[in-house]
T-cell receptor, first 113, second 109 residues
Framework: NAGVTQTPKFRILKIGQSMTLQCTQD?????MYWYRQDPGMGLKLIYY???????DKGEVPNGYNVSRSTTEDFPLRLELAAPSQTSVYFC????????????FGPGTRLTVL | KNEVEQSPQNLTAQEGEFITINCSYS?????LHWLQQHPGGGIVSLFM???GKKKHGRLIATINIQEKHSSLHITASHPRDSAVYIC???????????FGKGTSLLVTP
């Protein structure tokens, strides 16, 4: 099992550009999450999904969109990138909400200049 | 104010030392997680606990629900233990994990 995979590992964007961060898991987990990690701060939840076709906003959703057309994939879309979106992005999955172990992807380091 | 507070923020220890990292939280929880983030950035789950104590190798995690406090202990520390250790709680009222800011541990030979 590959677990949770994310692409790309690194990306530099110009202000106003758009991109999609890819996330795939092969553990048949229903729950998937997108977090961002800023220096000196705890991970913040951007969006989450409880199953294919169901997504909801987390703590910091502004500037992002998600979709969940399959159990395996949970892409995160950045529209009109801003410097405030410079961060490390982690995708994670779990069998059920919160109280089960979360499995994290390797992260995507995004810089917006 | 963050609902999850970790101490210390940074910790340097010599190889072989006993290490304790603390986590305090202010809300009712159903579970507490300890995570390890390696220098390369990857995050792995170490423990999930809702009461008592768990042990895995040289790592021990304890939780006191009444005092809203958890500790992560590392016995006979080794340079490969150098990482950021993150505490996160699954609160009863929220819909997501609340993460502490992490404790950066450096173990020197």
């Amino acid at each position: 099992n590959a677990g949770v995979t994310q692409t790309p590992k690194f990306r530099i964007l110009k202000i106003g550009q758009s991109m999609t961060l890819q996330c795939t898991q092969d553990m048949n987990h229903n729950y998937m999450y997108w977090y961002r990690q800023d220096p000196g701060m705890g991970l913040k939840l951007i969006y989450y999904s409880v199953g294919a076709g169901i997504t909801d906003k987390g703590e910091v959703p502004n500037g992002y969109n998600v979709s969940r057309s399959t159990t395996e994939d949970f892409p995160l879309r950045l529209e009109l990138a801003a410097p405030s979106q410079t961060s490390v992005y982690f995708c994670a999955s779990s069998y059920s909400w919160g109280s089960n172990e979360q499995f994290f992807g390797p992260g995507t380091r995004l810089t917006v200049l | 104010k963050n609902e999850v507070e970790q101490s210390p923020q940074n910790l340097t220890a010599q190889e072989g030392e006993f290490i304790t990292i603390n986590c305090s939280y202010s809300v009712g929880i159903s579970a507490l997680h300890w995570l390890q983030q390696h220098p390369g950035g990857g995050i792995v789950s170490l423990f999930m606990l809702s009461s008592g104590k768990k042990k895995h190798g040289r790592l021990i995690a304890t939780i006191n629900i009444q005092e809203k406090h958890s500790s992560l202990h590392i016995t006979a520390s080794h340079p490969r233990d150098s990482a950021v250790y993150i505490c996160a709680v699954d609160s009863n009222s929220g819909y997501a994990l609340n993460f502490g800011k992490g404790t950066s541990l450096l173990v020197t030979p």
